[in-house]
């Protein structure tokens, strides 16, 4: 059972405090990482996506990843109340021809004004 | 809005009943998603296509759940007899399959409630 795991929350950091988010993964083979926003009731959002080793930056937002560890990370620096929402881990499986997303259940994070 | 559409975007019917949801993905993306979503859950992967192929499907996708791409443009997710357990957001997603880069957009989804 491929696995990807998540501190649910909340999270809560002040306004303009860097929010650290983190999840660790099962399946050693997989290939490609995704962070996703969703705002309640709303559907996921593309927010960074991460293939090798490293950090990866855009704007106020860093995707760590560490193959090795199994772990992926998103940083959010000078966190905005427009950030609160839940944040899902996406990785994809190993295999040839396999391109399903396997999801964590999502940490919510609260960015207190 | 990503460009994947689907429709309805709310569905309420009665236990026992069949519905069927429409998604039309972004006009050139090649691999077609269904998910399923339920509170407090991330989204669980239940088929996928490339063009009109189906080529993958969860063991989550019972033999009352049946989806199609009969063109490989838009696609249809069908639940038949519906049960109470089956009301979740089923989100459908797009790519533009290019090797390992393959990034996945949401549609805004259908939300389903079974009375």
């Known amino acids: 059972q491929k696995e990807v795991e998540q501190n649910s929350g909340p999270l809560s950091v002040p306004e303009g405090a860097i929010a650290s988010l983190n999840c660790t993964y099962s399946?050693?083979?997989?290939?490609?990482f995704f962070w996703y926003r969703q705002y309640s009731g709303k559907s996921p959002e593309l927010i960074m996506s991460?293939?090798?080793?490293g950090d990866k930056e855009d704007g106020r937002f860093t995707a760590q990843l560490n193959k090795a560890s199994q772990y992926v990370s998103l940083l959010i620096r000078d966190s905005q109340p427009s950030d609160s929402a839940t944040y899902l881990c996406?990785?994809?499986?190993?295999?040839?021809?396999?391109?399903?997303?396997?999801f964590g259940k999502g940490t919510k994070l609260s960015v207190i004004p | 809005d990503t460009g994947v559409s689907q429709d309805p975007r709310h569905k309420i019917t009665k236990r026992g009943q069949n519905v069927t949801f429409r998604c039309d993905p972004i006009?050139?993306?090649?691999?077609l998603y269904w998910y399923r979503q339920t509170l407090g859950q991330g989204p669980e992967f239940l088929t996928y296509?490339?063009?009109?192929?189906?080529?993958?499907k969860s063991r989550l996708l019972s033999d009352r759940f049946s989806a199609e791409r009969p063109k490989g443009s838009f696609s249809t997710l069908e639940i038949q007899r519906t049960e109470q357990g089956d009301s979740a957001m089923y989100l459908c997603?797009?790519?533009?399959?290019?090797?390992?880069?393959?990034?996945?957009?949401f549609g805004a989804g259908t939300r389903l409630s079974v009375l």
């Open positions: 991460i293939y090798s080793n």
């Open positions: 997603a797009s790519s533009l399959g290019q090797g390992q880069v393959n990034i996945q957009y």
């Open positions: 296509f490339q063009n009109e192929a189906q080529l993958e």
């Open positions: 996406a990785v994809t499986s190993s295999g040839a021809g396999s391109y399903q997303l396997t």
């Open positions: 006009s050139e993306h090649n691999r």
């Open positions: 399946d050693r083979g997989s290939q490609s």
